[in-house]
């Protein structure tokens, strides 16, 4: 059963030609196709009140809805009665026929608005397609699609930063920055660098998938970087200073005497972006079958009664 047309504009049947006419233009502009994309129910509502503002907007069909000799349709209520088919000689005013609405209101009115509105070409009197109750609009500028990369890099060079070119399947060479801390699961882009727009609007984006090699010594964990540093036994009984390679030059570190394996020492502001490189020792023999070191360990055996395994109970 159709809707009542003065229900769908929100307006009283005593409504006047502006207020008809301002009612539908405040729903047009809401629901309008092309503000709202990929909204079917929007799509719907506008088709429905494009349909009611047709039917009020022309005199004597409001006339004959008012009188109950049409329907919120527009089709006779009884097409075999005195009131006669409003549309008979193919006069549809929603369909591509020939347009009673000429003048105020109707299909031409509709084009005024929407120009008005949208700043948009609803196609007048020119006979264009219709689509969902209204005239079909000019395509608007695509973007153009885009193109993916994947890129695989060392530790250090995602660590340090800096700049890389590659080349994309569509056989151009582009320079891509890459900024310090890049992990894997990124992905950077390159505006613009995509395939062109196939009616004139902007050209895709390239799109680079970056993945990270994992390192022996290195990890990164936010924007602090984590190292499991190797030292040799002498380094951990005297202590001494060691300088460390980073991608962004040497650092030099403390290593107090009497260091154990897994301690952490933090060096502030070496990280990542203002975070901290954290620096576990790990202590190396230099050669476990070392009779030096042999004989210093047989002269020194684990008599002393401290167990170091004693944290583990």
Known sequence: MAKDPYKLLGVSKSATEKEIKSAYRKLAKKLHPDVNKDNPKAEAEFKEISAAYTLLSDAKLRKQFDTGQVDGSGQAQNPFGGGGNPFAGGRNPFGSGPNPFGGPGGADDLSSMFSSLFGMNMGGQTGGPQRRGYQQTRARPQKGSDIRYKLTLDFLDALGGGSKRIKMSNGQMLDLKIPKGTQSGQTLRLKGKGHPSPNGGPAG??????????????????????LTLPITLQEAVLGGKVKIPMPSGAVSLNIPAGTNSGKTLRLKGKGVNGGDLLVTPQIILDDPKSKTLKDWAEANPASSGVDPRNVLT
């Open 205 to 226: 984006d390239a799109k680079v998938d970056i993945t990270v090699k994992t390192h022996k010594y290195f990890t990164l964990d936010g924007k602090h970087v984590r």
